[in-house]
């Protein structure tokens, strides 16, 4: 599949992965399709990125490093927040939004590479 193919695959997979999370943090109740729906798009996500990657064939830039270790908090992260610290689900989107940010920079100036 082509580079164009991946990028549009990866940048519609964070914005519903993101949305799925956005929807389990501000609802009153959990819903389980939701979860399962956001692990789906999180999945997704991380197979387009390393499509990416081997479209890119420079190996593994320091920026991509840094961005997947950024995708496994939120990855791994916000579950766990949604379920066990229902008192901390806001300030986390907070935190998510702060690191989504930072993941663009790295996108857009590659530092490192």
Known sequence: MSY????????????????FFAVQIFSKNTDKKM????????????VS????????GSGWPTW???????WLVIAIGTPMVIKRMSAQKRPWFGL???LLIVVLYLVQYKPGA
Do not use: D, N, Q
């Open 64 to 70: 991509v490093l840094i961005k997947l270790g950024i």
């Open 4 to 19: 164009e193919f991946y990028k549009i695959l990866h940048v519609l997979m964070v914005v519903l992965m993101f949305s």
């Open 35 to 46: 979860g399962m729906y956001s692990g789906i798009a999180s999945l997704v996500l991380f």
């Open 49 to 56: 990125g390393f499509g990416l990657i081997a479209r890119l």
């Open 96 to 98: 998510m939004s702060i």
